[in-house]
């Protein structure tokens, strides 16, 4: 039976990073909440799109 992966969540991407920020969390506990959060998939995408950040 295959694993369908869930869609990217972004509010469990922004409550890891803000964990640890917070220092709540361990930098191996976060990636592996990002990982699960689904950030490849982000990544992949704003690639794919060409985003590039601006300067700000």
């Known amino acids: 039976m295959p694993f369908d992966r ?4 972004l509010n469990k991407m ?3 990073w803000d964990a640890w ?3 709540e ?11 699960t959060a ?3 998939e982000v990544l992949a995408q704003l690639k794919t ?3 590039s950040p ?3």
């Open 6 to 9: 869930p869609a990217p969540d």
């Open 49 to 51: 799109e060409g985003w």
């Open 54 to 56: 601006s300067a700000t």
């Open 14 to 16: 922004i409550a890891a």
């Open 25 to 35: 969390e361990l930098p191996g506990k976060v990636l592996a909440n990002l990982k």
């Open 21 to 23: 920020e917070k220092g």
């Open 38 to 40: 689904g950030l490849a």
